[in-house]
């Protein structure tokens, strides 16, 4: 890039960022009910708009075989009135989610007299970074505004037109209802040195969120001088313990690999206790094999069933997304522990069992953001934990674990109410 | 350095890492009663083996003039018999605050029966590099244990023998109670070279925390791979509105600046409502004169009290942590939230006023990690916040804001109970 265009496109990202500082601090301030009305406005105008919102998707469309996208993508790219319907609906979603500004979190009345409040307050200003569906643009629009942050959204090539169409219509509605002007923006370039710019502004930007494959998730986490929130891998494990109700230990492991298998929250691994190995991976790994999904097993697995090919330790480090399983018979409650931690990616693991003892200690000692006892590993998601609307899951430990919601895309503040207090 | 050394302090620090993960991954499953009896047994060791200690002592204090120390700074760094049992004191506080972890911190129960429980859990390794007094070794150790993490401690090399005889009784107190023995780990180089490779294993560490200068902060940001706790400079302000008691904003202006000038928390810059300069300015620039404060003023300040000096932007931007301060004359209360917004550090800022509209609109407004209004900053601290303890304040948004104790070296992990529920 010649110079002259490397320092207009910093300063096209600066101005950007400094724009959403500023929305930031008054979208800070505003009442929920003037974020609800954005919400609800947002969301009639979206269906209001749908026609303008067709022609632009269908430019994409026009577009998407040049950007190589396959028959299964461009369909997921696609808009129709229904779609437009669906992302409205979630949008108003959001505006019945309780207001998380300004809750009190905690308040303690000290000795002294001072009463101290722990309040949440946003973050400031979000810079998300995404290759996928059009809705994302929406969702996370929707999401970071309630929470109260300014959001910079750089989407995908791929869903430029359409991403740009709903970003206009959110932004009029920002203009009907108070909300200010600059509190949602959609970066316009596709210039790839656009998001090394963002995340080298931590004066500007207080959070990174990148939504997509590994190779954009492992760059941002790189250069990103802001916290991020990232979301890695699911390599999510079922463990079927020797006290497990055989029954319902199909029907999860059924469940949670089969019941959408391109989700990160769906089961890429098996194991196992070898006391309940005959009796249970025959059936499970025909019932699976009937599914069209591969096994790839140890040695146990294969003398089994012998339809089994063997697994590698890449496979049991594998995030599928796809119709292959890892299966490994392990001796005890311990070492399937051991074989999670070591080859898991902390997403979601699940064990099937009847004991109490057992469940606990799997509880305690795997290190994930959600164990799950006695179901299928797909309940890890916002929804379905009653968050209301999620901006990704997290894999990280840091300030957010687990399904991300408005409260994990929020701080907070002390204020500490006194009477002339000093200090001896 | 030569390959061959480089190596060797590259394979010193992986192995330090790799045990700190291994104990992290016990203790984590710890009762609170063994972690408890760690923290008692190690104040009562390092009060029986206080000789050792103060042997140690001795030769950090004999090296004190080597590293260019002063008088202040070598007193800072002197243990004595009273000093030893108030270190072991803390660590005994410690011990009686309540078990952090295992905690559920929410519970739901949704519509199709499962159970969501948000649990409260270590964060695995925590790498802690400072420069200060050996007491920090001890506190800093005894906050990351019962919080569950194995702790990596780099030390300055001013108190290196201290900080080896601190550490190698909380090791041996380990040992007596059963918690890892690696879970407290000294660092025995000084090579700098070692900080960088910590800050370079994300596997192994889960967060690092700087306490000491600008310096040491900013290079552990900008290297650290992982999360980081940062404790930035404390430019804490008082302002002081019309509807202040005067006489109260006195008395919170002097402490504040006064009572302790060294601290983070002290306040470095007063701003007083035009309203109020004539009758509230010449007094408190005489007070503070009096304690031996020089007063750096806008043209107002020094029309009012003749031996102020003019003050910069960079004496609004300053952390003096000493006998000076800054002052302005703001037109309105909107006038002094932007310029704490725009010069602060987001520490601690105090308003003085009556009003209670006033008091919530400041508090609301300035983006600080403690808002104080009607007492003296000097209180944003973990013990007056009632916190028990803590290992610095943090100024950073995410994750920990403020003071940080157990709580905000832990994380949570979703344990969800279910009966065999699959995914529709």
């Known amino acids: 890039m010649a110079i002259a265009e490397e320092k207009k496109l910093q300063s096209y990202c600066l101005d950007i960022a400094k724009r959403a500082r500023q929305a930031s601090t008054q979208l800070g301030l505003l009442s929920g009910d003037i974020k609800n009305a954005w919400l609800k406005a947002s969301g009639q105008m979206l269906c209001d708009r749908s026609e303008e919102l067709l022609a632009a998707n269908r430019r994409d469309l026009e577009a998407a075989p040049s950007f190589g996208l396959t028959e299964a993508q461009s369909d997921r790219l696609r808009l129709t009135s229904e779609r437009i319907e669906s992302i409205a609906e979630g949008i108003r979603q959001v505006a019945t989610l309780p207001e998380p500004i300004g809750e009190i979190i905690e308040t303690t009345i000290r000795p002294n007299g001072l009463e101290i409040q722990k309040v949440r307050v946003p973050l400031g200003v979000v810079f998300f970074v995404y290759e996928s569906r059009p809705n994302v643009t929406a969702d996370a629009a929707a999401i970071c505004l309630k929470s109260g942050n300014a959001v910079i959204l750089r989407g995908g090539k791929e869903a430029a037109h359409s991403s ?15 909300v200010p002007e600059h509190a949602v923006q959609l970066v316009a370039t596709q210039d790839r040195e656009a998001v090394g710019y963002f995340l080298s502004m931590p004066e500007w930007i207080d959070l990174a969120i990148p939504r997509g494959g590994e190779g954009l998730i492992k760059r941002v986490a790189t250069e990103a001088q802001m916290p991020v929130i990232k979301h890695f891998s699911g ?23 089969c019941q959408r298998m391109g989700v990160c929250n769906a089961a890429e691994s098996l194991l196992v206790h070898a006391d309940v190995a005959d009796s249970f991976l025959p059936n499970i790994c025909q019932r699976l094999y009937d599914e069209g999904v591969e096994i790839r097993g140890d040695e146990k697995t294969i003398s089994l069933f012998s339809r089994a090919h063997r697994a590698t330790d890449e496979d049991y480090r594998a995030e599928y997304l796809g119709p292959v399983i890892s299966v490994r018979v392990v001796p005890s409650l311990e070492d399937a522990i051991d074989h999670i931690n070591r080859f898991g990616s902390g997403h979601t693991d699940a064990i099937v069992t009847d004991q109490s003892s057992t469940a606990k200690k799997f509880a305690a000692a795997v290190d994930t953001a959600a164990v799950i006892i006695n179901a299928s590993t797909r309940f890890n998601d916002g929804g379905e934990f009653g968050l209301g609307a999620e901006i990704g899951i997290s894999t990280d430990k840091f300030h957010a674990r687990g399904p991300c919601g408005l409260k994990e895309l929020t701080s907070y503040k002390y204020i500490v109410y006194g009477e002339g207090q000093t200090r001896a």
């Open 164 to 178: 740009r169409a709903i970003v206009e219509i959110l932004i009029a509605a920002a203009k009907q209802t108070g």
């Open 235 to 257: 390599n999510c494990h079922v463990y079927v313990d020797t006290a497990a109700d055989q029954e319902m230990a199909g029907a999860i492991v059924v469940n949670a690999k």
